[in-house]
């Protein structure tokens, strides 16, 4: 970390780049990335220090000193915190894997990385130590969902766990932190402008209307409020959102204080839903702290010490985050773990009142009023497709009749041990059948073979039982679904597989074949995109076509040929349509629908055939094991396609 103008927890002695925390109760060992993302760790930190949790040991592995050496770094671990010193040279394969942070189960083949699903274990953990913290509890938010959806497929997610964190180190990098505000934080402070939306939400609003109307100056006609825009703008800002602060607080309460009152006065009670005050944000997702507001005070913090004496004039764009950062120190605890980590408040500049209008970014309304209507549904676009000599083409299974022997399989190897019926478990061995067969002609003693968006593992467990000789790698991001995976695993002794529960992109190791089956979405072009990277073969049945759509990372169509022809809608027509597949449709739409999935995985192969890989598209035996029965088979250049 380089914050030159005051030093924080995240200026130590030396380059280091990993850090650790092993439980002194078990063998979970809890990894900290410290080197392009060391804020991570910071924030890591930090949450251990909220939750108090005395468990867990740390130990940082440094590129630059010996095991043993780095004392000074004593000064800004969490108090009560135990730390060491390791070399690089004692990671383990699986964390070398791996982007950190990163927790490891005891026996070292259960590993969960990145940011989120770090700090949603370290809560859970924390939970499961003293289930009376209700205020630790709360951090996962509504439902328990705060930042579980990986950062691949939410906006939100990335913007907390990787855009900011990632911005506010490079704004710290520059030797002139005069520069621009980064990009990232003035999206945030966008959000900030959002309406408040919370689970009844209705009691609070019209307490907020009754608050209004009993203020100076202010009345209510026809069920409405008065208000003055230009009256007290600079005191609103400061005065508006008490409230929804107190009721922040309230919630993080053990003994939460209930109103007595909840009807409300009859005048109130009238007032329309659509004609109620809306709520401003206190915390970063809305009224209660939660565990976003934690990623993002090490990161707001950062930012601010690294602007040195002269603030204000970058301030006074982020009148929202001054707020928030207000905010977050009247949460309980929080000044206490800031103090323990080595975070010392600042004293902002007083804030003026915040702009009425929200930024707006109008280049992508401007793209997507220049994009030309397309017309009718699949048919026009197929047709458009052929007469650019592009039509789906199907090539032939090279191992249609292999078959695993399944009576005789353990019955943790079986896919009826999943909990499913028997119609559905006999679609999947026919499904597993046509993976496993293309896997074992690809294959070599010796090599790893990761099995991506593994779910429950079906696909993986038959391949670590069948090639022992192999290394499998499961990789879900659903915690509950890879759970079941090792239970399965325990039982059938396996040891030649390891369990990541990790957004897909997080998985750095070497491998030499990917396997997915129905990889939903764009989760089957980040798959291929992966597999290209490491230069690896890949075996993918793609699925959920309709849900494919223009990303962060892939815009479609992806090839160069299918961009010659069609516009962006055209080809989520293709998508919506290969998703018409079902056995229940009529057989004219079901080949409609199938041949949509053929061109929506031509134009993959073809991007791939762009990066020197051989592919083929092929439909699984039989084609009834499933309504996505569409294999996509590629390997690098130096291999031969069977």
């Not at 913090?301 to 002269?310: D, R, T």
């Not at 991506?452 to 790698?473: D, K, R, Y």
């Not at 079902?582 to 762009?610: N, S, T």
Request: proline fraction near 6%; charge should be neutral.
């Amino acid at each position: 970390m380089n914050a030159p103008h005051q030093p924080g927890w995240w200026q130590k002695p030396g380059k280091l780049e990993k850090t650790w925390t092993r439980s002194r109760t078990g063998g979970t060992k809890l990894w900290m990335y410290e080197e392009e993302q060391s804020l991570h760790t910071s924030i890591a930190l930090f949450l251990l220090s909220y939750c108090e949790s005395k468990s867990f040991r740390v130990c940082l592995v440094s590129a630059t000193t010996l095991a043993g050496e780095g004392h000074s770094w004593s000064q800004w671990l969490p108090e009560g915190m135990d730390f060491r010193m390791i070399s690089m040279q004692e990671l383990p394969q699986v964390i070398r894997s791996c982007r950190l942070p990163a927790v490891v189960e005891e026996g070292g083949r259960y590993c969960r990385a990145g940011l989120a699903v770090v700090l949603r274990h370290i809560i859970k953990r924390t939970l499961e130590a003293d289930p009376c913290r209700k205020d630790v509890a709360e951090l996962l938010g509504f439902k328990k969902t705060c930042l579980k959806a990986c950062a691949e497929v939410s906006e939100w997610t990335r913007l907390c766990e990787l855009s900011i964190p990632s911005a506010v180190e490079d704004f710290c990098r520059q030797p002139d932190h005069q520069s621009e505000i980064p990009t990232a934080l003035l999206h945030l402070e966008k959000k900030f402008r959002e309406p408040v939306r919370v689970h009844n939400d209705d009691k609070i609003r019209r307490q907020k209307l009754q608050q209004k109307k009993d203020m100076p100056g202010a009345g209510l006609q026809g069920g409405s409020v008065e208000s003055n825009p230009e009256e007290g703008a600079a005191e609103d800002l400061q005065s508006s959102d008490q409230l929804e602060l107190q009721a922040a607080l309230a919630k993080l309460s053990v003994e939460e204080v209930q109103s007595a009152a909840t009807r409300g006065p009859p005048h109130i009670r009238k007032v329309k839903t659509t004609e109620l005050p809306s709520l401003e944000h206190v915390f970063a997702e809305g009224l209660y702290f939660t565990l976003t507001d934690v990623v993002l005070l090490p990161c707001l913090h950062q930012f601010l010490v690294s602007l040195g004496q002269q603030p204000g004039g970058m301030l006074e764009r982020l009148p929202l985050l001054q707020r928030w950062y207000l905010h977050i120190q009247e949460v309980p605890g929080v000044r206490r773990a800031a103090s323990s980590c080595g975070i010392h408040f600042l004293s902002l500049p007083e804030q003026g009142p915040a702009p009425s209008s929200e930024p707006q970014n109008p280049t992508n309304h401007e793209e997507e009023k220049a994009v030309a209507p397309f017309i009718g549904g699949p048919r026009p676009t197929m047709t458009k497709l052929k007469d650019n000599g592009i039509e789906a083409v199907y090539s032939p299974h090279p191992c249609s009749s292999w078959a695993l022997d399944w009576d005789s399989l353990p019955a943790a190897v079986n896919p009826t041990e999943g909990k499913m019926s028997n119609d559905r478990a006999l679609r999947k061995r026919q499904q597993l059948n046509n993976l496993v067969g293309m896997v074992t002609k690809l294959a070599q003693p010796g090599e790893t073979v990761v099995d991506f968006c593994s779910g429950g593992g079906h696909l993986g467990i038959v391949l670590a039982h069948t090639l022992p000789a192999m290394q499998v790698v499961l990789i879900e991001n659903k915690e509950e679904s890879l759970v079941r995976a090792k239970n399965r695993c325990d039982e059938l002794g396996l040891n030649n597989i390891w369990f990541i529960q990790a957004n897909l992109d997080y998985f750095t190791g070497p491998f030499k074949i990917g396997v997915a089956l129905h990889a939903c979405g764009v989760a089957t072009d980040m798959v291929m995109e992966h597999c290209i990277k490491a230069q690896a073969a890949f075996v993918i049945s793609p699925c959920c076509y309709g849900f494919i759509q223009n990303t962060v990372k892939f815009t479609f169509p992806r090839s160069q040929q299918f961009m010659d022809v069609l516009s962006y809608k055209e080809h989520m027509v293709l998508c919506r349509f290969a998703d018409q597949t079902e056995f229940q449709l009529p057989a004219d739409r079901r080949l409609i629908g199938k041949q949509c999935m053929g061109l929506v995985d031509l134009d993959r192969a073809q991007a791939a055939e762009r990066n020197g890989y051989s592919v083929k598209v092929m439909s699984m035996e039989p084609e009834s094991c499933s309504p996505k029965n569409n294999m996509v088979v590629g390997v690098p250049a130096d291999c031969e396609l069977i």
